[in-house]
């Protein structure tokens, strides 16, 4: 048939955050994408998507200085093809919590507000389920026990005002509306580009609806309320990647013994290639993958540091949250060329990174906070302004200094390991732990929670917790150093250093509150499976996501047209040898698409009951697995 095209999104990207994952995300599901540059092409695009992350403040402000905040307003409004990300779900509402006197879009009534949750961390980083509130060729897709990744620390709490743009919603310790929709306007607090396959699935699910011109929500008979549908927050899994060059510039996955990365030859420990090594972590079920330098390219122009190129090229097959650490400072490059630590996250933003996670920096910016209170200069501060805290991780490398007695301490808060098997050694049983600079190589003085507290008032949104004592042992997390640090902050943590088997995992989230759980060489070296990890956490009443990659990832339909061809059609493909299956009820269209060979012609018969909802749930497995396909109803006659 004639007619064919693969679909266009406009994407309205007002200049903060990773769009570049965005735009894989619908290129991984056959959509092309034409970046908005001008009010004028809001209001001329076919289909509009607006992710945004950040402060609301900063993004209306941004809106208003390009002119979009009108067109905007038009478009939307006008029932037009619309799908707001995270921000982009925030700003339709009145007005937020986050800015006080910034006005938002105006389209939905309601206010943004702080979650008030006080047993959980916030932000709220990581997987969680959806409660279906509306019936929607959105949701279809999405199976009960699928999680979707959120990263927020506002929400919108839900209320009569709302009427029937209540999509679905999520518990976090308190209920929150975590999508809205009405006709052809839809909008998510969770990032579907960061959701793995469900997250592909949803977006398809979007570009399908759209395609067969069906609304995105229809207004529901009864409201849906399944409480028991939602697989509910999820603790994460982690798969970090210790990146450097070795000696002959090559870059390579490494793994130190408490830091050291070289074997006993003197070459630099090689694990395999960082690209590879993570999409390999991805399609075995990591929650989340980190890159953290360890080489520091200190005389690299911004432009060309090696580390780019690899989330560039991993944000391509990757649809889970990537963070990148190591060099988010200020830097002059070998030209003399000086550079911000804001100029170098929003390069590494702009090349696929979610989150950014700042090491040695921040030990000096908390002894600044320490001694002279908040300035607003430092790495943490300027760029969780512009990204939001939820964009910024700081990465802490704290040592056991042992004690003999309390005296000895000088004020530091002590951990006491007298229930457990390492000692000083003078058969210690109390430490406190000091925050180490440069690798580890040296010490700062500050003890952890100095440093923990610090960041957090800078503006940190997470903390990354390492071990340097633990690091490469297999002996387990540091329970007390763990649970040291998650009594002093409200933000995440992410237990790092020490795993070396699928128990340890269990022990760290049994025995801390740490949402989330890292590790390295033993996923490297395959000593244990990621999916392997899920299953024993699971087994134990610990809720973690769902994590199969699909082989055949959905794809938004091609468009079919000009029906009447179809004699001349039949003709060409009995030519080709094809196989022709003619399929009279929707029930055995569906079951047969999942069996399909690559050469099947598939056609449908006139008067399938419910074609429709076929067209929005069925259509994208179908063209995946068919070479063509035509549909015969009465309808499309027309």
Not at 86 to 108: A, H, K, N, W
Not at 554 to 581: D, G, M, Q, Y
Request: hydrophobic share 40%; net charge negative.
């Amino acid at each position: 048939a004639s007619g064919n095209c693969r679909m266009k999104i406009s994407l309205l990207d007002y200049g903060a955050g990773n769009v570049r994952s965005l735009r894989n995300a619908l290129n991984a599901i056959g959509v092309d994408v034409e970046d908005i540059t001008s009010p004028e092409q809001i209001l001329s695009a076919g289909v509009l998507l607006f992710p945004g992350v950040g402060s609301f403040g900063n993004c209306m402000s941004v809106l208003k200085e390009k002119g979009y905040i009108e067109p905007l307003r038009a478009y939307i409004r006008a029932n037009r093809p619309f799908l707001g990300i995270c921000l982009g779900m925030q700003t339709l509402f009145d007005e937020s919590e986050e800015s006080p006197g910034v006005r938002g879009l105006e389209i939905i009534p309601g206010r943004v507000e702080r979650f008030r949750v006080t047993e959980l961390a916030v932000p709220q980083i990581g997987w969680n389920g959806l409660i279906p509130q509306q019936e929607s060729p959105l949701l279809s897709a999405l199976k009960p026990e699928d999680a979707v990744y959120f990263v927020h620390s506002f929400r919108v709490p839900p209320s009569a005002n709302l009427g029937e743009w209540t999509l679905c919603e999520t518990r976090y310790g308190e209920t929150f509306v975590s999508g809205v929709a009405r006709g052809n306007v839809a909008a998510v607090q969770f990032h579907p580009e960061k959701s793995g396959q469900a997250g592909l699935d949803l977006l398809a699910a979007f570009a399908t609806s759209v395609s067969s011109h069906a609304t995105v929500c229809r207004a529901p008979t009864e409201v849906l309320r399944k409480p028991e549908s939602s697989c509910g927050y999820c603790k994460r899994i982690v798969a970090c990647l210790d990146v450097r060059a070795n000696d002959s510039g090559d870059l390579v996955v490494t793994k130190g013994d408490q830091y050291d990365v070289r074997e006993k030859a003197g070459d630099v420990r090689n694990l395999g290639k960082p690209v590879s090594l993570a999409r390999r972590y991805y399609e075995e079920g990591a929650d989340e993958i980190t890159f953290l330098n360890i080489t520091g390219f200190r005389e690299c122009p911004l432009t060309d540091l090696p580390m780019l190129q690899v989330l560039t090229e991993a944000s391509r097959h990757i649809f889970v949250p990537l963070t990148v650490g190591g060099g988010i400072r200020d830097m002059v490059d070998a030209n003399g060329i000086k550079s911000s630590a804001l100029q170098v996250a929003d390069a590494y933003f702009r090349a696929g990174a979610d989150k950014i996670s700042i090491g040695g920096d921040a030990v000096d910016a908390a002894r600044d906070w320490l001694e002279h209170g908040r300035r607003g200069s430092s790495s943490i501060e300027s760029i969780s302004r512009v990204y939001g805290r939820q964009a910024v991780v700081v990465s802490i490398d704290p040592r056991r200094v042992w004690v003999s007695a309390d005296d000895n301490a000088a004020g530091h808060p002590l951990a006491d390991h007298s229930e457990r098997s390492c000692r000083g050694p003078a058969g210690e049983t109390h430490c406190w732990y000091e925050c180490t600079v440069q690798g580890g190589r040296k010490g700062s003085g500050l003890d952890v929670i100095q440093v923990a507290t610090a960041v957090e008032a800078l503006g940190a949104g997470e903390l990354l917790v390492n071990c340097i004592d633990a690091d490469g042992q297999n002996s387990g997390f540091e329970m007390p150093l763990l649970n040291m640090v998650k009594e002093v902050v409200s933000i995440p943590v992410i237990a790092s250093s020490g795993a070396g088997n699928a128990q340890h995992f269990v022990d760290v989230f049994k025995q801390t509150t740490a949402e989330a759980a890292l590790a390295a060489s033993i996923f490297h070296r395959k000593q244990v499976a990621i999916q392997e990890v899920k299953q024993v956490v699971v087994s134990h009443g610990i809720s973690v996501r769902r994590s199969i990659v699909s082989r055949t990832p959905s794809r938004c339909p091609l468009v079919e047209s000009h029906l009447p061809v179809w004699p001349t059609f039949l003709k060409s493909c009995a030519t080709a040898n094809a196989k022709i299956l003619v399929l009279g009820s929707a029930a055995i269209v569906v079951a047969t698409a999942l069996m399909l060979d690559q050469d099947v012609v598939l056609l449908c018969a006139s008067r399938i009951a419910n074609f429709e909802a076929i067209m929005s749930s069925a259509l994208c497995s179908l063209v995946n697995r068919a070479s063509a396909l035509l549909f015969f109803h009465e309808t499309m006659h027309k």
